[in-house]
């Protein structure tokens, strides 16, 4: 069992910058995948980005070239950091992770064009604003 809790969320005006945080704490063997997905209000859940146990990180086109995500092994930490942001990034970002020995790219990409299905734990999100 995995409990993930978010932090850093907040408002921002359009083209500012922030980091989430998501801290991982419970199994430690290692086995999952992470990710960062966002609902902003009246619309479906979408993923943001996925990065698999190697580092190897994959993104949602909207957000390619503003958003990095990273990880903190020895912190049980995971990241997203946030440029250039718009008034589009406003939403409920939620912190995921997946349980599992290997994760193809294909599971990692069809996982990231869908709502979040297949990710097996989830933290209670955070709130990032973005005005114009």
């Known amino acids: 069992l995995v409990q993930l809790e978010e932090s850093g969320g907040g408002s921002v005006q359009s083209g500012g910058s922030l980091r989430l945080s998501c801290a991982a704490s419970g199994s430690s063997d290692g086995r999952y995948c992470m990710g960062w997905f966002r609902q902003a209000p009246g619309k479906e859940r979408e993923g943001v980005a996925i990065i698999d146990k190697s580092g190897s990180a994959t993104y949602t086109d909207s957000v390619k070239g503003r958003f990095t995500i990273s990880q903190d092994n020895a912190k049980n930490t995971l990241y997203l950091q946030m440029t250039n942001l718009k008034p589009e990034d406003t939403a409920m970002y939620y912190c995921?992770?997946?349980?599992?020995?290997?994760?193809?790219?294909?599971?990692?990409?069809?996982?990231?064009?869908?709502?979040?299905?297949?990710?097996?734990?989830w933290g209670k999100g955070v709130l990032v604003t973005i005005s114009s």
């Open positions: 995921a992770a997946a349980y599992g020995s290997q994760f193809s790219d294909q599971w990692i990409s069809t996982v990231l064009a869908g709502t979040g299905n297949g990710m097996d734990y």
